[in-house]
């Protein structure tokens, strides 16, 4: 007899979720994300959809982060991570 899994609550997974983040974080995380998608990190993970989720949120951020495209972004990088720092 096969086993049937019963969701415990009627949940649209497929729904939006909002996750807020400082713009100095969102330039810190995208900047790691960049690199970290470069790299072949296929031993870090369990299951492709994480890989993939990981692409997703890069571009997300890249859309909203106008600053990765000036010309002084390196510097602006450092003033976001020396102001996490410093929170």
């Known amino acids: 007899k096969a086993l049937k899994i019963i969701p415990r609550y009627n949940v649209d997974m497929?729904?939006?979720?909002?996750?807020?983040i400082t713009k100095n974080e969102a330039l810190v995380l995208f900047d790691f994300l960049s690199r970290f998608n470069q790299n072949d990190n296929i031993d870090f993970f369990e299951?492709?959809?994480?890989?993939?989720?990981?692409?997703?949120i890069e571009s997300e951020l890249e859309k909203e982060l106008e600053?990765?495209?000036?010309?002084?972004?390196k510097l602006i990088l450092e003033k976001a991570r020396t102001e996490i720092h410093n929170k």
Not at 14 to 20: D, G, S, V
Not at 47 to 56: M, P, Q, R, S, V
């Open 14 to 20: 497929t729904k939006k979720i909002n996750i807020k």
């Open 47 to 56: 299951d492709k959809a994480e890989k993939i989720l990981l692409w997703n």
């Open 67 to 73: 600053d990765i495209f000036d010309s002084n972004y």
